[in-house]
Structure formats: C-alpha cells, structure tokens
C-alpha cells in the first residue's frame, strides 16, 4: 500500500515515498533511526546506562532508555499515521462512486486530493501549538529537562548524574517535534474530514431504505480511530516503568483515544443526515399519495354512495400506510453490530497494551525469581 504522488503533500508522506516502502513497514524503520540518535551516541560515549537510585522494575534498562525506546515507536507511529490515514481513507470514499452520480471514480479521488490537504496556515498553527504543548511534556515528566530550559534545577532535578542530562536534552528535541506532527496530522484529518464530508453528502443519493450503501463512510471513520488507538496504546508502554512518571503523557493518550472515539462517529453521523433527508423526501411523497388517495375515496363514496369498505383505493392505501411505516422505522445510520463491535476492538487495544505489558512483567518477575 504505498502513497500516491497527489497525496505526498506533508513530510510524513514524502518521506515514505522516499523510502519507497508503505506506511506500515516505514515505521519500525524510522523508529529506529530515531532509537539510534539516543542509544549510539549514548553507548559510545560512556552515557548509557544511567545510574540512577531507582524503584524495583521489571524493565531492565534505565527508564531514560526505556522512555526513549516507547518515544522512538512513536516516531514511527507519526510517520505511519497520516499517510495511512490518507491512502485508507481515498480507498473508502472513492468507493463510494455508485452512490454519487454526479461523481465518478476519478472525480472523487479528486475531491479527496483537495480536502485531504487541509489549508496551509492552519496546519503552520497546528504544528506550533502542537510543539509548545510537545515542549511541556518532558519539561514536567523528563528530570533534568526543566534544568536546561530554565537554568534554575528544580527540587526533583537534585543529584542527577550528568548523562541524565544529555537524556533529557535528548527528549526536549524529539517529543516537541513528536507532538508538532501529530497536531499537524490531527488538523488535517479533521479538516479535511470536514471539507470532505461536506461536499460529498450534498452529492450522495441512496434510498432511504439503503443505509448499508454508506458502509465506507464508517468504514473512512474507523481506520482513522484504528490509527489513533495504536498511538494510545504505545503511550500506554510509558506506565510500565514504575519509574516513569507517566501522569501528563496518559492525559495525552486518554485525549487521543477520545479523538479516535470522535473520528469513529462523524463520518457515521454524516450517513445519517444523508439518509434522513432522502427518508423525510420519500416520506412526503408517500403521504402526499395517501392524502391524495383519502379524499378521492371520500368524494367517489359520496356520488356513487358505495360502500368505502368496496373502494380499491383503500386497500392501495393500507400498501402505502405499511410502507409509511416501515420508512418511519428504517435505519437511519450505516452502524450496525458489526461496527460496533469492531470499534469496541480497537478501543481494547490501548487496555490490551497496558495487560499485554503488565503480564510480561510478572513473568520477568517470576523469571529472574
């Protein structure tokens, strides 16, 4: 699965069209390129591991090790992210090509092409936010990087050894730059979801019984919270250090989670408004005939003076009056039991993470004895 050339439009995308791979396997490859920025220089320097009076952990390494190596996956996570999203995403909304005629196949790639983007100041902004917020995590959890920022050491910055230090510069370079790209990335998928939607609903036209046409509209909506549940669940490793105060970056990872859980339900919500305004259209149409059909009856009963119980035109309407009904009833969202459960998956994977690790860890435990 590998990234158009019209879809290379942010460094995340040009750069695994650089490395000529897809997505999914650009990540462990940037991950560790990332991890040897820290573990290289750090082992040849005499830097690494750092001594430090610590908790009993089942981690063996320094948990400045163990935090660059969960950072460094969310390298690759920030690579993978967007350019997945991207390519899943023009996958699922061109598909949807029988259900716009105003719009083939080609028209809709298109449209995509145009709202994927986002504008330009907007992901600058994004991308500044995103940085001064980066810059606040490993100042607050990181000991030693409030030191170099200030100059002043703070009371939980005492007797640090200096390659403490070194490690912590380390993360005041790579988590701002980390969380730059993923507000960059977290604009972009909500803008352009927006923008996105909000041609293509106008143009959409499935009948008001046909609510399983607008199947990859859900589907668009699940694989962006497939993509921000994965990153959720990485940041979940942070906690598996008791050493590792872990209390900002789940505040992060619980606010992605919830943009996963938002990203699952808007374009759903869409498919509702589309199949609500083809419903209350059909629904019109058919009271119209049935009010048309009542007082055609009446005015036959009267000048012929039958029976209305004899009148056709009355069982035509109790047809109609079912069919009333069964619109009335219809589905009005593209969800049904298999989405939910597979939503339910992915927001067992961060849960799965954190028992994945803690299991680990007894056995690490019960292991060394």
Not at 21 to 37: E, W
Not at 171 to 199: H, N
Not at 225 to 251: E, P, Q, Y
Not at 257 to 274: D, E, H, K, N, S
Request: hydrophobic share 55%; glycine share 8%.
């Amino acid at each position: 699965m590998r990234v158009p050339k019209d879809l290379a439009f942010s460094w995340e995308a040009k750069l695994v069209r650089f490395l000529g791979v897809s997505p999914a396997m650009a990540a462990p490859i940037v991950s560790a390129l990332v991890a040897a920025t820290y573990f290289v220089p750090g082992y040849a320097f005499g830097l690494l591991p750092i001594q430090l009076e610590l908790q009993d952990s089942s981690i063996p390494l320094d948990p400045y090790s163990w935090a660059a190596i969960v950072t460094s996956l969310l390298a690759g996570f920030t690579v993978f992210a967007l350019p997945y999203a991207q390519v899943r995403h023009l996958a699922d909304i061109t598909s949807l090509a029988e259900i716009t005629p105003s719009l083939d196949r080609s028209g809709l790639r298109d449209l995509y092409v145009r709202s994927a983007g986002g504008d330009k100041r907007g992901r600058i902004i994004a991308s500044v936010l995103g940085w001064c917020f980066g810059l606040l995590i490993p100042a607050f959890s990181v000991p030693g990087a409030w030191t170099l920022m200030s100059g002043q050491p703070s009371t939980w910055d005492t007797d640090l050894p200096p390659s403490a230090y070194w490690a912590a510069g380390w993360f005041l370079i790579i988590v701002p730059f980390l969380i730059a790209s993923l507000s960059k990335a977290s604009y972009q998928m909500v803008t352009g979801a927006r923008r996105l939607l909000a041609e293509t609903v106008a143009r959409l036209e499935v009948g008001p019984l046909d609510a399983d046409k607008l199947r990859p509209l859900v589907s668009a909506g699940l694989h962006t919270s497939f993509i921000w549940m994965i990153g959720a669940a990485i940041g979940v490793l942070f906690v598996l250090d008791a050493n590792i105060d872990a209390t900002i970056i789940l505040v992060f990872m619980a606010c992605i989670a919830i943009l996963g859980g938002l990203a699952a339900i808007t374009p759903a919500m869409a498919g509702r408004r589309v199949i609500r305004r083809s419903k209350d259209k059909a629904l019109a149409e058919v009271r119209a005939v049935i009010a048309r059909l009542h007082l055609d009856a009446l005015d036959a009963a009267s000048e012929t003076k039958v029976r209305q119980a004899d009148d056709p035109r009355l069982a035509q309407m109790g047809a109609l009056l079912a069919y009333e009904d069964r619109l009335e009833k219809a589905q009005e969202t593209p969800i049904g039991a298999p989405t939910v459960a597979q939503f339910a998956l992915y927001l067992a994977i961060p849960v799965s993470s954190w028992l994945g690790g803690a299991f680990v860890e007894r056995m690490v435990d019960a292991a060394l004895g």
